[in-house]
Structure formats: structure tokens, C-alpha cells
């Protein structure tokens, strides 16, 4: 099928609208191929690598406003390996999943571990959420900040439950894009290659004290742990400002030169601004339009990183997202599973307002002309 050609005034300056792995801005990645490559390929045992650990860390610890007694600590792997993790060394009996896209259900899975009980599992259709009940024995209650697959966003809001319990909050989509309250949270884990404008293959959590006393208390029960996947290694290391194994370096740097870039213009409170611009211009243009419709009906569920966007027969949604990639427009189509005729676009920290304008732009001169 031919594409459409789009107008040069019309095209986004950057045409990256990816969900992970999302835009990393220009001036990291050159500051990456300056002053940063003097890091890699150097030893992560040795102060310029630990310094840099130590860095992130502090620079997370400021970013979501960390209370007394909460650490960052981090680990080899992404938000894929902390499940597990979470798994062996944080659920001690049985958790309770709340399941309204693909990555909650991922967590629900690791939780199904033979040594645990099965856990609780509140599912709902997607482009739609379930809350969090009390539940007696569950002593894990998890779900996501922000649905990557689907657009729909939760808040962070502790369960009180039975007493010890935990509230743990998948956070990748969201993290750096999305203000919240980390005292609600005893675990609030991510990877950075969202709105943290990183690279993969390292995940990081804010863990609350009462999260320390159960790590430290399963890692001391006799309960197998891999090594790799010990939240009580990634406690102990992190507090050496390393990881267990040779982290990636690079995502160490990218992330930490993010962090201070949101730091430097207003923090959480300036991110969330910025991505609720951009996704509101989104949601505003759906409604407006005559072919398109908000997948998730619910206003007060819609992700302000992550926007969904239906498209109604008439218009192939797949066809759309074909052309704005021949014009240097990537990564609008909708997630795999889902099967929908829709587009997914990123509205992350590191987009600009303007690009995602013109992308709206762009998607109505396409229509037209498909």
C-alpha cells in the first residue's frame, strides 16, 4: 500500500513515540560519547562506576521526595527479573494482583510460584481497572502505576490490610512521568527506559523500611533464593553503591543525566505538567474527531504517559501507523496483544508538547488522503 507524504511543516521534530524503549534525548546520548565514555569498558568495582551508582541513587532518592528510612537499591535484569525477584524474596505468603493489562498479569504469573499459595488475582477487561481489597493473609498487594499495554493509570494509594502488609507498586511506564506520594508505596520498582530516558537491562525500587525488615527476614527463613534474583544481594550491594554482577553501564549514565534534567526543571510536579499537556492534547483530539475514540472511556483511568487510541472501522488503524512510519513517525502501533485498531503513542517526559501536536497533525492529513 502506497504512503502518504507528509507536508515538512507538519512533521514533528523528532518522530519517536515509542513505549519502551522510548526517546533518549540528544544532548545525553552526546554527553554519552563525551565526558561518559570514559566509564565504559572500566571496572564497576572501582570508584568512578560506584560514584556514578551512588549518584543515581541519590539523584532517584531527591526525585520522588524519599521519607527517612527508604533506600533505593537497584539490580541486574529489568522489571522481567524483579518479578521474580519479588517472587522469592518479597511475597511471604501470598500476594493479591490486580490484573487490567499485560504487565500486571506478568507479576500475577512469578506470583504463582510453588513455594507461595496462589495468589488473589482481581482481573478486568483492559481499557478498564480494578481496586485493591483487604484480603486476610494476603501480605502482597500489587499492581501498576501505568498500564503500559493498555493506557490506563492507577494510583498509588497503601492497602491497609493485615498488619506487615505490603503495597507494591510496578512503576516503569510511570516512574519520572507521573507525580504521586512514595509514603503510600512500600515498593515502588521500575526500569528506566521509559520516561527515564535510559536504556534497559537494570531495574531500580524505593523500598519503605517495613520492605527492608521482609526482605531481610525471608533471605534469613532458609527459603531458596537464587543468587541473582536475592532482593537481600540488591539490598546489600546497593548500599556499596554496586550490583551483584557488571551493570549496564551505559543505561547507569543515560539514566542519571535524565534524572537531573527533571530535576533541574521542577521535578515530579514539572513532569507531570508536561505529560499531561501532551496526552491531553491527544485525548482532547479524540473526542473531537469524527474516526477516533479514547480506548479507555473512563477519563479519571487515562494514563498521561501512555494514550490508547481507537479508530473506527471505516479508518485501518494499522494502515495509519504504516504511512506516519514511511514519513519518520515510529512506534504509534497499538500492543500486540491487545488486537485492537488503535494507536498506542508514548507521551513521555523527554516528548515534547509540539511533536505530539504535529503528530495529531500529521494522523488527520493521513487520514484524508489514505
Not at 6 to 30: M, N, Q, T, V
Not at 234 to 240: E, F, H, I
Request: aromatic content about 8%; charged content about 20%.
Amino acid at each position: 500500500m502506497p504512503h502518504v507524504t507528509l507536508p515538512r511543516e507538519i512533521l514533528p521534530a523528532d518522530g519517536r513515540f515509542g513505549c519502551g524503549p522510548s526517546k533518549i534525548r540528544a544532548e545525553h546520548l552526546a554527553a554519552l560519547a563525551g565526558p561518559g565514555a570514559a566509564l565504559l569498558g572500566t571496572s564497576h568495582r572501582q570508584a568512578p562506576v560506584k560514584d556514578l551508582v551512588g549518584q543515581v541513587r541519590a539523584g532517584l532518592a531527591e526525585l520522588f521526595r524519599l521519607p527517612a528510612g527508604y533506600e533505593i537499591i537497584l539490580g541486574n535484569g529489568g522489571s522481567t527479573a524483579f518479578w521474580d525477584a519479588a517472587a522469592f524474596g518479597l511475597i511471604e505468603r501470598r500476594s493479591q494482583n490486580l490484573v487490567f493489562g499485560e504487565f500486571g498479569g506478568k507479576f500475577a504469573a512469578a506470583a504463582r510460584a510453588p513455594w507461595l499459595e496462589a495468589p488473589d488475582v482481581r482481573e478486568v477487561a483492559a481499557g478498564t481497572r480494578t481496586v485493591a481489597e483487604p484480603v486476610e493473609g494476603v501480605d502482597v498487594y500489587a499492581w501498576p502505576h501505568n498500564e503500559t499495554s493498555t493506557g490506563v493509570a492507577a494510583p498509588v494509594e497503601r492497602v491497609h490490610a493485615d498488619a506487615g502488609a505490603l503495597t507494591v507498586i510496578d512503576a516503569t511506564s510511570a516512574a519520572g512521568g507521573i507525580d504521586f506520594s512514595v509514603h503510600d508505596a512500600d515498593v515502588y520498582y521500575f526500569a528506566p527506559q521509559k520516561n527515564l530516558g535510559s536504556d534497559g537491562g537494570l531495574w531500580f525500587a524505593a523500598v519503605s523500611p517495613a520492605a527492608i525488615e521482609r526482605i531481610e527476614r525471608i533471605a534469613a527463613s532458609g527459603r531458596y533464593i537464587p543468587e541473582f534474583l536475592s532482593l537481600k544481594n540488591a539490598l546489600d550491594n546497593a548500599r556499596l553503591n554496586q550490583t551483584l554482577n557488571t551493570p549496564a553501564l551505559t543505561t547507569l549514565y543515560l539514566l542519571d543525566r535524565q534524572v537531573d534534567w527533571i530535576r533541574d526543571h521542577g521535578g515530579l510536579q514539572w513532569a507531570d505538567a508536561r505529560t499531561r499537556e501532551s496526552s491531553s492534547a491527544l485525548y482532547a483530539w479524540a473526542e473531537a474527531s469524527s474516526f477516533a475514540t479514547p480506548f479507555v472511556a473512563d477519563p479519571a483511568d487515562r494514563s498521561p504517559v501512555v494514550v490508547t487510541i481507537d479508530f473506527d472501522e471505516g479508518v485501518d488503524a494499522a494502515a495509519v501507523a504504516k504511512s506516519l512510519r514511511a514519513n519518520g513517525i515510529v512506534d504509534t502501533e497499538p500492543y500486540r496483544k491487545l488486537g485492537r485498531n488503535q494507536l498506542r503513542v508514548a507521551t513521555f517526559v523527554s516528548i515534547d508538547p509540539e511533536d505530539v501536536r504535529q503528530l495529531i497533525r500529521s494522523i488527520d492529513y493521513t487520514v484524508e488522503r489514505l
